[in-house]
């Protein structure tokens, strides 16, 4: 497991690095891409859990929820609009087909609504890399520092790991969870600094990615959890689907762009 894990490893580094370089409408297809699979990951693993995440909404739901996140033309009421816009549509839904063989419980709305929230923080990854003046070094900072902190956690809770960290997760550790937000922080500052960016940014920026990544992954634990799933999938190998090996850059990344947005 470890060698394919290195395998995936050294093939899909390179590539995400080529494609965050080159930005543009490229880099958000892709990144819109993979949200996509995300979300079918939510829905085809709730259909063994007493509460499915049906598609034929959770997609246009997501749909309109990326546009709204991701469109300048909204400003900063954007958030507050997808907020209302997104649950009124799902109740619209709900209310249309209640005599309907789809009919929708609320429990089934209102886990398509969080799953649905869940998977647009992916649209964080595309707002961070377009932000201004700084959205390529900022983009940079979240990728770099989050797979060293995950690494570090990695081998560090394998040699040195001895209290487990969650019953979420319980082959995490504290002491890789310590090392992990460590090389986090570092790295983190580190290319905040080398970018050109002020020191009291990359500290905090650094710290906040190594507090943020590791809750974001123990949050896809949560998920898998409730839904009875061991992984979300196995696109990559080794990594298992697209939510098990971005969960981690989806809330550092929603983290670093309101963090960019209060202090540059």
């Known amino acids: 497991m470890l060698k394919t894990r290195l395998l995936t490893a050294l093939i899909g580094i390179p590539l995400v690095l080529l494609i965050v370089w080159q930005g543009g409408i490229f880099y958000t297809g892709v990144v819109m891409l993979l949200a996509l699979l995300a979300l079918r990951e939510l829905v085809v693993t709730s259909r063994e859990s007493p509460t499915p995440v049906p598609g034929w909404l959770a997609f246009p739901l997501f749909l309109v929820a990326i546009f709204l996140l991701t469109s300048a033309s909204w400003g900063i009421h954007r958030v507050l609009v997808l907020m209302w816009l997104v649950p009124v549509l799902a109740l619209i839904a709900a209310v249309m087909l209640f005599a309907d ?65 969650t019953p979420l997760s319980p082959k995490k550790t504290v002491e890789g969870t310590l090392i992990g937000f460590a090389a986090a922080l570092i790295v983190g500052a580190g290319v905040c600094l080398y970018g050109g960016l002020p020191w009291k940014f990359a500290l905090g920026a650094g710290a906040l990615i190594a507090l943020t990544a590791p809750l974001g992954d123990l949050m896809a634990s949560y998920w898998k959890r409730e839904m009875g799933a061991k992984d979300f999938g196995a696109l990559f190998p080794g990594h298992g689907g697209v939510l098990d090996r971005c969960d981690s850059l989806m809330l550092a990344a929603f983290a670093m762009y309101f963090l960019a947005s209060w202090m540059l």
Do not use: C, E, Q
Not at 103 to 118: K, M, P, Q, V, W
Not at 123 to 141: A, D, E, K, Q, V
């Open 101 to 165: 063989r789809h009919h929708l419980s609320l429990n089934s709305i209102a886990l398509t609504l969080l799953a649905t929230s869940y998977v647009a923080l992916f649209g964080f990854l595309i707002l961070l890399r377009f932000f201004p003046h700084w959205g390529g070094i900022l983009t940079w900072s979240v990728l770099l520092a989050v797979w060293a902190g995950d690494s570090a956690a990695y081998f560090g809770g394998k040699t040195m790991g001895r209290k487990m960290l």
